[in-house]
């Protein structure tokens, strides 16, 4: 699950899931939501395997959604889904499924202010604010 809240020139994505793994996911399919535009969100047009580094998990998320808001830009592939999820320390990798389009450059960065990634509940939340 995932849900948006508005912010003066930013927007903070809250993201929640029952594994840590699925923050991942969540957040793949929350940046398809907001750069699709309401494209069609058919199969996946291409897959690509996605990785990053970064220090702690919320680092990882932080570097992850850069990530996915760079292929948007660059090469105008809009995420869709995200499988086969490999977190370790220090790395996340994944096949990520992406839609061709012509994604906005909404995004200008995640930005590490308030960014959390915990356990709760028996799963795992975690919150990043983008600077839009």
């Not at 760079?70 to 592939?77: N, R, S, T």
């Amino acid at each position: 699950m995932y849900r948006w809240r508005d912010h003066t020139g930013e927007l903070e994505l809250e993201l929640e899931a029952s594994t840590a793994e699925g923050v991942f996911a969540e957040a793949a399919a929350a940046l398809g939501e907001l750069l699709g535009d309401g494209e069609d969100r058919g199969a996946p047009a291409t897959h690509r395997q996605v990785e990053v580094k970064a220090g702690d998990r919320a680092a990882l998320l932080a570097e992850w959604i850069g990530e996915l808001v760079f292929l948007a830009e660059v090469e105008g592939l809009v995420p869709r889904a995200a499988e086969a999820i490999e977190l370790t320390d220090g790395r996340v990798q994944a096949t990520v499924g992406f839609g061709a389009g012509s994604p906005p450059h909404l995004v200008k960065a995640a930005t590490y202010h308030r960014l959390a990634f915990e356990p709760v509940d028996g799963g795992w939340r975690a919150t990043v604010v983008l600077d839009v």
